[in-house]
């Protein structure tokens, strides 16, 4: 059964420095990996969608890393701001189809 | 702002109450999905509607019954449900949710925040 673990489960951070969340996963058997953001109250946004044949993904200041092998994503924030607080979750793919595996995240604070 | 919508946005009920969820999705995609996020545990996919016909029913209790009348609709209803069935209910679509790798982003709504007393 897939298992899907970030660390850590949460991060408080000063505006402006870089940052790195993880994730990892059991089964390396995967199509794919994404990254979605939630805020408080709300739905998940994508951020990022890796295929398992890419080693990274990148958008603005997000890049996603994807090492199959080892199990293991890892999304690299540049530059912080406040509006980057949020909750971060990776999910990858499960049995098939498009049901997806999620993480329990990492909730993300950037203070002024 | 997605193209998904979810009403109502929060719900309290108790054990003996039967209500709905309702979803709904503007994007033209074909599958649509019902999520239960609780607190402290990672989001449990609980159905998965392609097409209109279900595909996934993920070990969910009777208790939540999904009904899908077109692409573009999904419900919930809720009937006795128990304290712990308290969660974040959230609703999700794609373009499809064919086998193999399929690589489609899917879409989610804001939830619904479901308390049963």
């Known amino acids: 059964k897939q298992e899907v673990t970030q660390i850590p489960a949460a991060l408080s951070v000063p505006e402006g420095e870089n940052l790195v969340l993880n994730c990892s996963f059991t089964?390396?058997?995967?199509?794919?990996l994404q990254w979605f953001r939630q805020d408080p109250g709300k739905g998940l946004t994508s951020l990022l969608l890796i295929q398992s044949s890419q080693r990274e993904q990148t958008s603005g200041r997000l890049n996603a890393s994807l090492d199959k092998s080892s199990g293991r994503s890892t999304l690299y924030i540049a530059a912080s701001q406040p509006g980057d607080s949020a909750t971060y979750l990776c999910?990858?793919?499960?049995?098939?189809?498009?049901?997806?595996?999620f993480g329990t995240g990492t909730q993300l604070k950037v203070e002024l | 702002e997605t193209g998904v919508t979810q009403t109502p946005r929060h719900l309290v009920m108790g054990m003996t109450n039967k209500k709905s969820l309702k979803c709904e999705q503007h994007l033209g995609h074909n599958a649509m999905y019902w999520y239960k996020q609780s607190a402290k545990k990672p989001l449990e996919l609980m159905f998965v509607?392609?097409?209109?016909?279900?595909?996934e029913n993920n070990s969910v209790p009777s208790r939540f019954s999904p009904e899908c009348p077109n692409s573009s609709h999904l419900f919930l209803h809720l009937h006795t449900l128990q304290p712990e069935d308290s969660a974040l209910y959230l609703c999700a679509s794609s373009q499809a949710a064919s086998g193999g790798s399929s690589t489609d982003t899917q879409y989610f709504g804001p939830g619904t925040r479901l308390t049963v007393l």
């Open positions: 509607y392609n097409f209109k016909e279900q595909t």
């Open positions: 089964d390396s058997a995967i199509y794919n």
């Open positions: 999910a990858v793919p499960t049995g098939g189809g498009n049901k997806l595996t």
